[in-house]
């Protein structure tokens, strides 16, 4: 079975590397020349893929990461996992467009294409079989087969992988889920089959949008608490002690990654466009979570002017940059606002993230290699993510303030969110 994952990043790897493990031969298609350099060389970037993994897939014969559709020829499956990203708040399939005509040409009877890149509904059937039925000229659903399946990979979960993590899966008709169904059952555990694309593209918006709007809900919660003088963290690890009724959520210093900055507002769109109304909890929960930067950037003022240190030439160091622990994805993560601002308030801004791949890293930022270099010369240290690899319980013994947006550092010196 010869499988093509278009997309080589942190869900189209892991994809890529499971098919190797049981027996298919990969194509492996980025656009991304610096990336695929890496991968021919045996170096991973995503975190959750080790070297030795991508080395013994390489090893094998049956991986090739390659940025030459022509490679693609023959292919069995074909799954799409680049990014939809958001372009002045509007949704931007640009990457699914241009993959589905460079693989159109290269249909045949009986093959088949799924996408999982987050979309709203009606995508796949409205926008990715016209392209593939054109280029090819052949019917979608007849000759060939079509489907979605959202991806639900997080990374840096040692817990839930790829394969432990049950996967949606949907045909544009039953015979395409059926094809959709037989390819995850040899990658994954479990699948969960439902009737259309647009209830399987509906999962994953819905999925996210419940976090968005629960993490934004502790957000202007935690706000609201330290203005009264509340310990929020307390109180909520009290209500989580309850066993039904209650899901625990944390404030952070904002939203990253693809999915809560991107998908609800991706449903939030076509209410809009289609049905003329507002999605009032996504916009509000957007509001609150966009807005979570500015108010670490705030916190971080008010602990300079307690100590009669203004911003401009204040040295501040950010300790980790990724939008969540353990992984080097600074895609729509906070910190690049918060960098953003203190670089406009005239702070000598550093950081230490390890994790980052040093062609990501910003170029406003010095980079640091270790906690001692973090706090050597600081006059404040922001802790941003909480990475294994870093002792922050150091922190909380210092002379230099410390503010903590995670919770995870405990001393006179620290303030925390």
């Not at 278009?6 to 980025?30: C, F, N, S, T």
């Not at 893929?49 to 090739?64: K, M, N, W």
């Not at 399987?200 to 202007?220: D, G, P, S, W, Y």
Request: with cysteine; proline share 6%.
């Amino acid at each position: 079975m010869k499988t093509v994952v278009v997309g080589q990043g942190y869900v189209g790897l892991p994809v890529a590397m499971r098919a190797v493990e049981v027996g298919h031969e990969v194509v492996g298609i980025d656009l991304d020349a610096n990336r695929v350099g890496l991968l021919q060389a045996g170096s991973s970037y995503v975190d959750d893929i080790s070297d030795e993994t991508l080395t013994g897939a390489s090893a094998s014969g049956r991986y090739l990461a390659t940025m030459a559709y022509a490679d693609v020829e023959g292919f069995d499956i074909a799954v799409i996992t680049v990014p939809t990203p958001l372009r002045d708040s509007l949704p931007d399939l640009s990457f699914i467009e241009q993959s589905a005509a460079s693989l159109a040409p290269f249909i045949r009877p009986g093959v088949t294409v799924i996408l999982e890149s987050t979309t709203y509904p009606g995508t796949t059937d409205e926008l990715l079989v016209p392209i593939l039925e054109s280029g090819s000229s052949l019917v979608a659903g007849v000759d060939f087969f079509v489907g979605y399946s959202p991806e639900r990979i997080d990374p840096g979960n040692k817990t839930w992988g790829f394969r432990e993590t049950p996967k949606v899966v949907s045909g544009m008709n039953p015979a395409s889920l059926e094809k959709v169904q037989g390819f995850y059952d040899l990658l994954v555990d479990i699948t969960v089959p439902v009737s259309g694309t647009r209830e399987a593209e509906l999962t994953k918006l819905l999925e996210n949008t419940f976090r968005h709007v629960n993490i934004a809900l502790v957000n202007e919660l935690a706000i609201f608490a330290h203005q009264l003088g509340v310990d929020v963290w307390e109180s909520i690890e009290a209500a989580s002690s309850k066993p039904f009724g209650f899901m625990k959520f944390t404030p952070g210093p904002g939203v990253g990654g693809h999915c809560l900055p991107v998908d609800p507002s991706y449903l939030s769109w076509q209410v809009r466009k289609q049905l003329g109304k507002s999605f009032r909890f996504v916009e509000l929960a957007n509001d609150v979570n966009d807005h979570m930067p500015d108010y670490v950037v705030q916190r971080a003022m008010t602990m300079l002017n307690d100590r009669s240190k203004a911003v401009r030439g204040a040295k501040i160091a950010l300790v980790g940059l990724a939008y969540k622990p353990n992984t080097g994805d600074i895609r729509e993560a906070p910190s690049a606002r918060v960098i953003e601002l203190l670089v406009e308030l005239g702070a000598d801004v550093r950081a230490l993230d390890s994790h980052v791949e040093e062609h990501r890293w910003p170029t406003s930022v010095l980079r640091l290699t270790s906690l001692a270099d973090a706090v050597a010369d600081a006059d404040l240290v922001i802790v941003l993510t909480d990475h294994a690899d870093v002792d922050l319980s150091a922190l909380g013994v210092l002379d230099v303030p410390v503010f903590d947006a995670r919770h995870v550092v405990a001393g006179d010196n620290v303030e925390t969110l």
